[in-house]
């Protein structure tokens, strides 16, 4: 039977052979079988999820709008009757007894590949390809042409082997966390411009986690990149979106054009003047510790910071209240914890019934909790500036309150 030869790095992985290699992407499309859903009781075919049309149109968008793509390897599988891996003896290169050798996958003419992993990847090229059906001289398609899909090639009969690869695949990787994963994607004006506002802000400088998306209790870290990231778009957009991508989108859109200054100078008044806080400008001072904050008082819950961003948002256009001035307005709230652990009032914390639990004093978590704890702060805003009103500079002390405290002790004492 005719073969095709296939250019491949093998090794034995698990008692197997696999291989290495890459094609382009018309190529590929053409020699995979479409997968079929996954099913326990067949004995004939390992199957495959069921395919994400979202996350693959997702795909389809990021390889047409992105030059310098880049995708992992798809793992795809073939039987031992319809192919066989020859090394190739090439003088000064490799060994029999090295890992890696090079050599020729022989594939029978007609056979297909099964898709273990990568569908959603090889999908996203279907649909790519077939959107410029027929208009092989467009620049995309020259660049899927000119371009290599890596893949890893396995020589696997058992369907039920096929389908514990792809379980142990799933298992044995570990996603990034949001925050590492939105830090390092600077495609995203957004992420851009934090990265480059923390060297400007005293409260973020030095003072931002990336690895996690929550600090551990004992963390230097005050916030998670992705709570600046959320509380951040909040600010700027407010909470009319419902999914993240959606509030990605309008967020970014605010970097674009004309109105890109003004957002980064939204970004910065809020950003510094939250650092003027009295508690946050404690840490700022060195006077107190993140982990000192954190056991003291709720500023370090991504949900407090969700509701003071919203509320600030709503105060600034609502009511027409400079974000500085909105943001000052929120020191008169205490934002120390209760340490009550039951029958929590409003005289305890003014978050009670929003973010903290009446019953047991924990945070509550999800939206309708931030969104009920923006509305009480709000409020608060506008008792101290009103409408049209601002904040008086002098109200906030930046720096310097235990000197003013200090004074303040001695004043009474003279007077008592």
Do not use: C
């Given at each position: ?128 390809i077939n959107d410029h059906d027929g208009d092989d001289d467009h620049p995309l398609i020259q ?192 934002f120390d914890r209760t340490q009550k652990t039951a029958d929590i009032e409003n005289e305890d ?13 924990k945070l509550e978590a999800g939206r309708t909790a931030w969104e009920g704890a923006a509305d ?41």
């Amino acid at each position: 039977m005719p073969k095709i030869q296939i250019p491949v790095i093998g090794y034995q992985q698990g008692g197997r052979q696999m291989m290495v290699t890459a094609m382009s992407a018309p190529d590929l499309v053409s020699m995979v079988t479409k997968p079929k859903p996954w099913n326990p009781a067949a004995t004939t075919e390992h199957g495959n999820r069921v395919r994400d049309q979202k996350h693959l149109d997702g795909i389809a968008h990021y390889l047409e709008t992105v030059d310098k793509y880049v995708l992992g390897s798809v793992v795809l599988y073939l039987t031992s009757k319809e192919a066989e891996f020859k090394a190739l003896d090439v003088p000064g290169v490799s060994g029999e007894h090295d890992a890696a050798r090079i050599g020729v996958l022989s594939v029978d003419i007609g056979a297909k590949f099964d898709v273990g992993d990568g569908q959603h990847r090889i999908g996203a090229y279907d649909k790519t390809i077939n959107d410029h059906d027929g208009d092989d001289d467009h620049p995309l398609i020259q660049r899927l042409k000119n371009s290599g899909q890596p893949m890893i090639i396995v020589i696997e009969d058992d369907p039920k082997g096929r389908a514990q690869d792809f379980a142990d695949l799933q298992r044995n990787v570990k996603a990034p966390t949001a925050s590492l994963g939105q830090s390092m994607d600077r495609r995203q004006p957004i992420n851009r411009e934090l990265s480059d506002l923390f060297d400007t802000i005293p409260l973020l400088t030095g003072r931002v986690e990336y690895a996690k998306d929550n600090p551990g209790k004992l963390s230097p870290n005050l916030l998670s990149f992705k709570t600046i990231r959320y509380v951040s778009g909040l600010l700027l957009v407010g909470n009319g979106y419902r999914s993240p991508a959606t509030m990605d989108k309008a967020v970014n859109s605010r970097f674009e054009g004309d109105g890109a200054e003004a957002a980064r100078g939204e970004l910065r008044e809020f950003w510094t003047a939250l650092g003027e806080l009295t508690r946050y400008a404690d840490v700022v001072s060195g006077d107190v510790t993140v982990p000192e904050l954190r056991e003291a008082t709720y500023l370090t819950s991504a949900g407090v910071l969700y509701a003071i961003a919203f509320a600030v948002y709503q105060a600034h256009g609502k009511h027409k209240v400079a974000i500085a001035d909105a943001v000052r307005a929120v020191d008169i709230v205490s934002f120390d914890r209760t340490q009550k652990t039951a029958d929590i009032e409003n005289e305890d914390t003014v978050f009670a019934g929003t973010l903290i639990s009446p019953k047991t004093g924990k945070l509550e978590a999800g939206r309708t909790a931030w969104e009920g704890a923006a509305d009480v702060l709000l409020t608060k805003i506008v008792e101290v500036i009103g409408s049209d009103a601002t904040v008086p500079a002098q109200h906030v002390v930046t720096d310097g309150q235990h000197r003013i405290a200090a004074y303040d002790a001695i004043l009474k004492e003279e007077t008592a």
